[in-house]
């Protein structure tokens, strides 16, 4: 069946310090698909090139649209929903605010307020402070404010940039938890950035190794968490 | 004392108008950080367009509304072809722009209409009907001023695009990754802001009498009130903008006399500039070495 | 300096020189507020094109430096070459004191605060409590001075070399401060400030020595002004004259020394050009060359005049 997700032969570059060297890995829909590496890996900007927020060349295939070439914004209409790295939080508006922006290039009106409870229903703790200034959440709560304006998209991909990234391992749990049941009930599929490889290959079916912007080795989670190299690297035993 | 209550209530009317082009200011520093410097002018052509239409025989509200509405196609249009190139440029590129802005505005409306003086019509009756402490068309140049911070308030408050705005002013990489088109919130902002100057233009005409050159101290004033309180805050700048104008009135009755007037918003700016940057509302700015 | 740009310069010097004996008295007049412009230019470049420091609101030191010789002839009989080290140290000190606030005012912020003192100066100058030194709105009316030892040359010929002379001077004067030590120093906070004032350059004092000197320039150059239009008034120095000098340097050529004398050129005659079309249209000519300009030529006339003679001199060397 067709991928999703596919890139090809992916280059980027920051001016010209080229990152990217050429990345070509696809995805199934429905499947949580986890980039792993170390700091300055690419991985960051595989996601970021993915909606085009940086310089590239290569093909990058989203069902049957062509991604590159293409501006942000029209990207997200395309259903694709970006977790960035920071958060991105609109720090000066509201919690609840932050929320309908997720909403806002939605093509169905209809549901939002449904939405909204619903994500209310998986962080009770942003129900709490909906009326609260955003920048006042901890990290935590920003980074579930942040997963949460993702999905009031109704996104069918999200991208998720470290999303433990400074949170307690219990949070993580908790949170990688909701990602696992939001993408069995529904169907969304996610491509995580991590580097934190253990709690990523929990969540994951399939996992891409970068390093140095290229894809070093891939395969299903399971086989990776076996593969010694990653072991020792990335696992730490 | 009555002559004390009268230029504090003249200082409220005038100040309603710097309010308004004060909150035009912000709002075009909100989302680009950038200061308009052809703001005056940008007001003073849209009353010019209002005037023509009135002498064309439209009645007053009418040709109001029909200003305001042309004023704001203005400001897209001017963020679309002149601004937008010029986003990210160097700052002395971005206000060399501003500044032939300001100076095409000006002497194209010289060029159409002359500098001869002109009167512009004020929609409210002429009889006194608050005594001798203020003219009706003071009076209702504050009312207008507040129906339209209302107005603003309720849009930007309550309304899906007036959020997308607030959103694309703040951050605008975070608002592209909701979708949002930030490069034409950028024109909306441009537009209402010229809207607003417009309003001003139209509020203010009647006292100062119709002239290229009208803007000039007003924009300054207006400066003033957006620093003021705060050149990040739209709460501040409409505060501003009536401690402003009563400051100018009593200080210019009382203390220093009416030619010193624009003085006075010289040092209100310097002053501010200097020691208080962030205004007394708005947010102190830490930028990263 | 090249040999080449040394005879160019002495070419140019005689040329400037035999201009008053060819040509009529109005255009040695025209010519002369050419040079009284490029000095101001040049004070202006100093400050913006050089030092990154934006000022719209050069036209008030050039109207304090007017106004001091004014003030000077007429009040106190001074005669008119001493009111220029007057009018040069006040503006010194005077633009000193203003870069010292400004030094913690950055591009907009700066630009905002120099276009306040330009739109609010002609009202202190009108003023009705200092209207006994200013002669407030009617301002003050100067006599033009005669040539010296019974020179056989008329009163505008005379000017006009005097004016020259000052000019040289004071080109040679920025010259030699700008291609040296100060000049890298100007240039090196423009660019990096935090890597100048890393590297040992005193930047608050720098910046506020280049307001001064930069306001002194322009306040020379006010003072020759109104000796040559041998008049003063406070709508002659509005916000209009602060937005000429910006738009001088702009089409002359940021950071160029030779860029003073194109945009003096430019915003000297371009007006009694354009005035034939209509009154309003010189600006509006302004505003669309200065769009223009940061389009197309952001180097300005300087900037392309140096990429002209380098393509030659590219196509020489490649025969």
Known sequence: MAALLEVSNLHAAYGLTRVLHGISFAMQEGSITTLLGANGAGKTTTLRALCQMVKTEGEIRFGSERLDRRATEDIVRLGIAHVPDGRGTFVNLTTEENLRLGAYARKERAGVDDDLERMYGYFPRLKERRAQQAGTLSGGEQQMLAVSRALMLRPKLMLLDEPSFGLAPLIVKELFGILRSVNQTEKVSMLVVEQNAAMALELADHAYLIETGRVVLSGTAADIKRDDNVRRSYLGY | ?289 | MSRKQLILIAIVLLAACALPLLVSNYRVFQFNLVLVYAIALLGLNMLTGYNGQISLGHGAFYAIGAYCAAILMDKYGVPYWATLPVAAAVCLVVGFLFGLPALRLEGLYLALATFALGVSLPHLLKYHHLEKWTGGVQGIVIAKPDPPFGLPINADQWLYYFTLAVTVVMFVLAWNMLRGRIGRALMAIRDQHIAAEAMGVNTAMVKSLAFGVSAMYTGVAGALGAIAIQFVAPDSFNIFLSIVLLIGIVIGGLASISGAIYGALFIQFVPNVADEISKAAPWAIFGIFLIGFVYVMPMGVAGAVRMAVARLARKAQNK
């Open chain 2, 1 to 289: 004392m009555d002559a004390f209550l009268h230029q504090v209530l003249a200082g409220l009317a005038t100040g309603g108008i710097y309010a308004s082009l004060a909150l035009a200011l912000v709002m075009i520093y909100q989302s680009t950080h950038l200061v308009n410097f052809a703001q005056g002018e940008m007001a003073m052509f849209a009353t010019y367009i209002a005037w023509t239409l009135i002498n064309a025989g439209m009645p007053y509200w009418p040709a109001f509304l029909l200003t305001v509405l042309l004023a704001f196609v203005l400001g897209v249009v001017i963020e679309r072809v002149i601004i937008r190139p010029v986003e990210n440029a160097p700052v002395l590129a971005v206000v060399v722009i501003f500044i032939a802005l300001l100076v095409i505005l000006n002497s194209v409306t010289g060029w159409i209409y002359s500098y001869t003086i002109k009167t512009f019509p004020s929609p409210f009756p002429p009889e006194p009907i608050f005594g001798k402490y203020m003219s009706t068309h003071e009076a209702g140049a504050i009312g207008v001023t507040l129906v339209v911070l209302v107005l603003l308030y309720l849009f930007f408050r309550f309304t899906p695009l007036g959020l997308a705005l607030r959103a694309a002013a703040q951050n605008p990489d975070s608002a592209r990754l909701v979708g949002i088109r930030v490069g034409w919130m950028l024109a909306l902002g441009w537009g209402l802001a010229a809207a607003i100057g417009g309003i001003a233009g139209m509020m203010v005409a009647p006292i100062v009498y119709l002239d290229p050159n009208m803007m000039g101290g007003i924009l300054l004033y207006a400066f003033a009130a957006a620093l003021v309180g705060g050149i990040d805050n739209p709460w501040g700048a409409v505060a501003g903008g009536f401690m402003v104008g009563v400051l100018e009135n009593v200080l210019g009755a009382f203390v220093i006399g009416n030619e010193l007037k624009l003085v006075v918003a010289l040092v209100l700016i310097i002053g501010v500039l200097v020691v208080r940057p962030s205004g007394f509302f708005g947010k102190v700015l830490v930028t990263r070495v």
